[in-house]
């Protein structure tokens, strides 16, 4: 198995410090000049990072930041095309926010309807959106989401 790349990599390649391609990449992947980095540098570290095929470590930068930009859904059944349509317009909207969807089906089952919002709920996503079921009333109302 190949060792990921990391920022230590680039930076040794690229003769600069762990710090500055962290604001590099900082600024590069949100899209947003946050950091006054000089532009051949950062152009020489992008170079670096692409070269070496970089790709950044989303775990750890949703344990610094407490955001995984992923939104749970639960519906009654993704197959079904009322929920498929409804699925569809979500994930697209949440695209446009760089967000991201997982998806979960609850067949119409209070207690797997828990279950699979347990699962999302402990993969870290920032939000759930759940469609309920018959009988879930009290599963949802009373739950305690850890």
């Known amino acids: 198995m190949v060792k990921p790349v990391t920022i230590k990599d680039i930076a040794r390649e690229a003769?600069?410090?762990?710090?500055?391609?962290?604001?590099v990449m900082t600024n590069y992947l949100g899209g947003k000049m946050v950091y006054k980095v000089n532009d051949e540098t950062s152009?020489?570290?992008?170079?670096?990072?692409?070269?070496?095929?970089?790709?950044?470590?989303?775990?750890?930068?949703?344990?610094?930041?407490?955001?995984?930009?992923?939104?749970?859904?639960?519906?009654?059944?993704?197959?079904?095309?009322f929920f498929a349509e409804i699925a569809r317009y979500l994930e697209d909207q949440a695209y446009q926010y760089n967000y991201?969807?997982?998806?979960?089906?609850?067949?119409?089952?209070?207690?797997?309807?828990?279950?699979?919002?347990?699962?999302?709920?402990?993969?870290?996503v920032d939000g759930l959106i759940i469609v309920p079921c018959a009988g879930s009333e009290d599963t949802i109302c009373t739950a305690r989401w850890k």
Do not use: C, M, W
């Open 15 to 23: 003769g600069v410090s762990t710090a500055l391609v962290s604001f």
């Open 43 to 81: 152009r020489r570290v992008l170079e670096v990072a692409d070269r070496l095929n970089y790709k950044p470590n989303t775990s750890a930068r949703a344990l610094r930041s407490g955001r995984t930009n992923t939104i749970g859904v639960v519906v009654s059944d993704i197959a079904n095309p």
């Open 100 to 124: 991201n969807v997982i998806f979960g089906s609850s067949d119409e089952n209070p207690d797997k309807l828990r279950r699979v919002a347990q699962v999302l709920l402990d993969k870290g």
